[in-house]
């Protein structure tokens, strides 16, 4: 038994060493590899925008998605979510679902950039990764909203700041 474990370890190795791919990054999601965003050629029909990605602490990266789905010959918003990149994370929370939040004229719509706040006596600091325009079908008919996606870091004590998750807003 042990022979089999060593000999498959070796295996994993050296096909790592063959391919150029480490066996840590071996077992990322596609969302932490690909580098751009891309529409499936097979059905369901499908538009998979890379919104884009953020450090966490020195060698993790959040990598943010937002997907369309093909209705009625035009795309619309279908879900976003959160890829925690980088060992070790990936094999224990590799990708996290992020709901829409309606926030017309809240800072999330309306800030340029960067912007923080105070919750529950903490700062938060909202960090600006990027927007993508799509429809949204919640209503009878789909209507156009530009959803903002925003890295979302809480300071707990003076200089000791922790990533906390992403906000989707939808403005």
Same mark, same amino acid.
């Given at each position: 038994m042990i022979r089999k474990l060593v000999f498959i370890a070796v295996?994993?190795?050296?096909l790592g060493m063959v391919t150029g791919v480490s066996p840590a990054h071996a077992a990322q999601d596609w969302r932490c590899t690909m580098t751009g965003s891309f529409s499936d050629l097979n059905p369901p029909y499908s538009t998979h925008w890379?919104?884009?990605?953020?450090t966490v602490g020195s060698s993790s990266r959040a990598v943010?998605?937002?997907h369309e789905k093909a209705v009625s010959g035009g795309y619309v918003f279908d879900k976003a979510d959160r890829a925690h990149c980088d060992p070790p994370? !990936?094999?224990? /929370?590799?990708?996290?679902?992020?709901q829409p939040q309606l926030l017309v004229g809240q800072p999330a719509c309306t800030s !340029?950039?960067? /912007?923080?706040?105070?919750?529950?006596?903490?700062?938060?600091?909202?960090?600006?990764?990027g927007q993508v325009r799509s429809y949204f079908s919640g209503t009878l008919y789909p209507f156009p909203y530009t959803f903002r996606v925003w890295h979302v870091e809480v300071q707990h004590q003076p200089g000791v700041w922790?990533?906390?998750?992403?906000l989707l807003a939808r403005c």
């Open positions: 295996a994993v190795v050296t890379r919104v884009g990605s953020r943010y998605w937002l994370s !990936p094999l224990l /929370f590799p990708v996290i679902g992020m !340029p950039g960067t /912007f923080s706040e105070v919750k529950d006596g903490k700062i938060v600091t909202n960090h600006f990764v922790t990533w906390e998750g992403g």
